[in-house]
Nanobody, 127 residues
């Protein structure tokens, strides 16, 4: 049974930084993609960034630069991070961690918004 355990959400001032984390509890690591998606008030969920099974990172165009994803594979369960900087009120929303083991690229997941596993989301509020 796969769970994605997210943490790190909260309130942050405009211009500030925040790091989110997501632990993948599944046992299958082959073909693993992990990524972040965001749903802001009144908007559809959109891709932020992710890492595919080859360690390649991808970002949605609007997220490039201020958002960086990284993955720690040194622990028994991989942990995905989202490092956010220069935050703006428009960055507020629910951030969802997603994972998938079908071996598709991070770009594909970000563009389609598809993944087999989703976390419950963590709220980030920038004001």
């Amino acid at each position: 049974h796969v769970q994605l355990v997210e943490s790190g959400g909260g309130s942050v001032q405009t211009g500030g930084s925040r790091t989110l984390s997501c632990e993948y509890t599944g046992t299958r690591l082959n073909g693993l993609f992990m990524g972040w998606f965001r749903q802001s008030p009144g908007k559809e969920r959109e891709g932020v960034g992710g890492i595919d099974m080859d360690g390649k990172t991808a970002y949605s165009d609007s997220m490039q630069g201020r958002f960086v994803v990284s993955k720690d594979t040194s622990k028994p369960k991989p942990i995905l991070y989202l490092h956010m900087t220069s935050l703006k009120p428009d960055d507020s929303g629910i951030y969802y961690c997603a994972a998938d083991t079908r071996g598709y690229s991070a770009t594909w997941h970000l563009r389609t918004g598809r993944a087999d596993y989703w976390g419950q989301g963590t709220q980030v509020t920038v004001s």
